[in-house]
């Protein structure tokens, strides 16, 4: 992979853990809200309500682990290899899944098995 490309994803990632830290950030805030306004409740169904709206996050922090993989990926230096193979990851790929971990090919074998 061209050097400049990679620049251009890593920063892409970067943007994108921003986007994901500031919606995980606003959940919790809403969660810590709701409990507040709900007042008088027991600590426990305080805090089963919590884990309910954290599992609302799921999405948002399974990505974001995604994210994370991925820069650790571009720091050692194996970043746009699959996982699987090992072959290179298209950069189009790339482009539209900055924190793809696997070439398609082996994502539809996971996605199957
Ligand atoms: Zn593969």
Excluded: H
Excluded at 71 to 94: F, K, S
């Amino acid at each position: 992979m061209q050097e400049r490309d990679l620049q251009r994803l890593r920063d892409k990632l970067l943007a994108y853990k921003e986007e994901l830290r500031g919606r995980l950030e606003s959940l919790i805030d809403e969660t810590a809200r709701n409990l507040a306004d709900e007042g008088g409740v027991s600590s426990e169904t305080e805090f089963q309500g919590y884990e309910e709206e954290l599992t609302l996050g799921d999405n948002e922090r399974s990505l974001w682990k995604e994210v994370q993989d991925a820069l650790q990926r571009v720091e050692r230096g194996t970043y746009g290899l699959c996982e699987g193979c090992r072959a290179e990851i298209p950069l189009d790929r790339l482009e539209a899944l900055p924190y793809a971990a696997y070439c398609v090919r082996c994502a539809r074998q996971a996605a199957v098995s």
